[in-house]
Structure formats: C-alpha cells, structure tokens
C-alpha cells in the first residue's frame, strides 16, 4: 500500500500560479503511473493530468492543457503538478492518485491509491 500526501495548496488570484506537490511512502515510486484529479463542491470528480513511470510521457484534460505541467521526479518520490494563469473554475481539491501499472491511463476508477487532497480555491 502506497501512501500518498498532497501540499501547496491555497488561495490565489486569477492568473495566478501554484505548484502542488505529491509525496509517496514507497520506494518503488518509478513503478507507479501518477496523476492529478480534482473535485469541486458538487461535481465528480475530474482527471487533470497523468504521467508515465519514467516520468517521461504526459497526459492532460483539455481544460487544462497548455497551462498545467505534471512532473515526476523518482528520487525524491515526488509528482508535482504546476499551474499557471489559474482560473477561477480551476477551483477544487486536488488529488494525487498512483497505479502500479505500465499503462497510462486518464480515468479516476483506474487508480487504486489516494492521496486525502488539497485545496486550490482561484478567486476572481
């Protein structure tokens, strides 16, 4: 069992930037597909962005792209997602989630490990 903590989050304006940061407890972290899915009040929750084990192939939801950037860093068991020009319907707790497969995938139901999230709130 991965365990998986989310920071950076917080209140910013739009057009504002902010980097969320993802840690994971397993030192098998290159072994894991992670991701960024959000929730706000609501809704179901929405994929964001995913990103091979290497680390080397990425995936963005269309409302996001050209925005945010997911990144990986296998050393430090880490996954970051950094935003830009933040909108106000940018608004949600954010999670990271992981999957122990070679497949990237960019449905919620595929990742079995969690994160409890952390909250962007874009004001306008």
């Known amino acids: 069992q991965v365990q998986l903590v989310e920071t950076g989050g917080g209140v910013v304006q739009a057009g504002d930037s902010l980097t969320l940061s993802c840690v994971a407890s397993?030192?098998?972290?290159?072994?894991?597909?992670m991701c960024w899915v959000r929730q706000a009040p609501g809704d179901a929750r929405e994929f964001v962005a995913a990103i091979r084990r290497s680390g080397g192939g990425t995936y963005y939801a269309d409302s996001v792209k050209g925005r945010f950037t997911i990144s990986k860093d296998n050393a430090k068991n880490s996954v970051y997602l950094q935003m830009n020009a933040l909108r106000p319907e940018d608004t949600a707790v954010y999670y990271c989630?992981?999957?122990?497969?070679?497949?990237?995938?960019?449905?919620?139901?595929?990742?079995?490990?969690w994160g409890q999230g952390t909250q962007v709130t874009v004001s306008s």
């Open positions: 989630a992981a999957n122990p497969t070679y497949t990237i995938t960019k449905y919620p139901a595929n990742y079995p490990h």
């Open positions: 397993r030192h098998t972290f290159s072994s894991y597909v």
